[in-house]
Nanobody, 128 residues
Framework: QVQLVESGGGLVQAGGSLRLSCAAS????????KGWFRQAPGQERELLAA????????YYADSVKGRFTISRDNAKNTVTLQMNSLKPEDTAVYYC?????????????????????WGQGTQVTVSS
């Protein structure tokens, strides 16, 4: 059974850093496109960063560009999101997602429908 499990969330002060991890089981993560999303209460799920399966192409939302970095560790079957210079508006539940390339969405990274598998989410709270 495929599972994605996020970890690393918590409470941090504005300007601080967190590193989120997404551990995959039941699939070889290196073969999947990967995305990090977040969702605040009352808001739509928002794409933050995405990476093609090979790591050859990446995307970052303007709101996090230069602050967040998506990376992968194929040996550990994980994808991470390094978050620096955190702001209170970054407060949300953060999700990782994986795309098996079995649909027609290609590199339309922002579409949640692109992704086949989702983690349960991890809470990130940034205090001022």
């Amino acid at each position: 059974q495929v599972q994605l499990v996020e970890s690393g969330g918590g409470l941090v002060q504005a300007g601080g850093s967190l590193r989120l991890s997404c551990a995959a089981s039941g699939l070889t993560f290196s073969s999947y496109d990967k995305g990090w999303f977040r969702q605040a209460p009352g808001q739509e799920r928002e794409l933050l960063a995405a990476s093609s399966w090979s790591g050859g192409s990446t995307y970052y939302a303007d709101s996090v560009k230069g602050r967040f970095t998506i990376s992968r560790d194929n040996a550990k079957n994980t994808v991470t999101l390094q978050m620096n210079s955190l702001k209170p508006e970054d407060t949300a539940v953060y999700y990782c997602a994986a795309d098996s390339h079995k649909n027609s969405y290609g590199s339309t990274w922002y579409l949640t429908k692109k992704y086949d598998y989702w983690g349960q989410g991890t809470q990130v709270t940034v205090s001022s």
